[in-house]
């Protein structure tokens, strides 16, 4: 009897320990999203920004800038199922949604770009937010995986990222 009883109190002590690290990491997580929407700010409310750089230039990066970027942009690589067809599982919309909220979190504590540049990235940003949240939803994973990845898209188009041309 103890052959089976305890193998099994030590599965429940493991799920245990594993239920409360999980939520721990969630909270921690969700409070730096909600500190990037709500802190990370240069420009006044209601005021236009547009995410195109002036006379058809690019806007300029900074060091974290680039890496966040490309953090996510493999994240997106690693996430993405083998069979073109296949849905985005559980385990990868959790991976990709944690590595993109690191690399949110990242970029914002590291960020070097001038307030005309930075209000553009708030509107990336907000796209890149939109989809770490979508993913937590198992109905609206692919749609998570599309706002990550036309961030990506825009980041590309509008922000002079020489590795990525």
Same mark, same amino acid.
């Given at each position: 009897?103890? %052959?089976?009883?305890? /193998? =099994?109190?030590?599965?429940? *002590?493991?799920?245990?320990?594993? $239920?409360?690290?999980?939520?721990? +990491?969630?909270?921690?997580?969700?409070?730096?999203?909600?500190?990037?929407?709500?802190?990370?700010?240069?420009?006044?409310?209601?005021?236009?920004?547009?995410?195109?750089?002036?006379?058809?230039?690019?806007?300029?990066?900074?060091?974290?800038?680039?890496?966040?970027?490309?953090?996510?942009?493999?994240?997106?690589?690693?996430?993405?199922?083998? %069979?073109?067809?296949? /849905? =985005?599982?559980?385990?990868? *919309?959790?991976?990709?949604?944690? $590595?993109?909220?690191?690399?949110? +979190?990242?970029?914002?504590?590291?960020?070097?770009?001038?307030?005309?540049?930075?209000?553009?990235?708030?509107?990336?940003?907000?796209?890149?937010?939109?989809?770490?949240?979508?993913?937590?939803?198992?109905?609206?994973?692919?749609?998570?995986?599309?706002?990550?990845?036309?961030?990506?898209?825009?980041?590309?188009?509008?922000?002079?990222?020489?590795?990525?041309?």
């Amino acid at each position: 009897m103890k %052959a089976v009883i305890q /193998p =099994l109190a030590w599965g429940i *002590a493991m799920a245990s320990i594993l $239920a409360v690290a999980t939520s721990f +990491a969630l909270a921690v997580t969700s409070d730096t999203v909600q500190a990037v929407e709500h802190s990370h700010g240069h420009h006044a409310h209601g005021e236009q920004v547009s995410i195109s750089a002036p006379n058809g230039q690019r806007w300029a990066t900074d060091p974290s800038l680039r890496e966040g970027m490309s953090r996510i942009q493999d994240a997106v690589q690693q996430a993405l199922p083998s %069979a073109p067809q296949a /849905p =985005l599982g559980a385990t990868e *919309a959790a991976r990709l949604r944690e $590595a993109t909220q690191d690399a949110i +979190a990242y970029m914002v504590d590291n960020c070097e770009l001038p307030a005309e540049a930075d209000a553009a990235l708030h509107l990336l940003l907000a796209e890149l937010i939109e989809g770490t949240n979508a993913l937590s939803q198992a109905g609206r994973r692919e749609a998570g995986l599309e706002h990550i990845v036309t961030a990506l898209q825009h980041y590309a188009e509008t922000f002079d990222e020489p590795l990525w041309r």
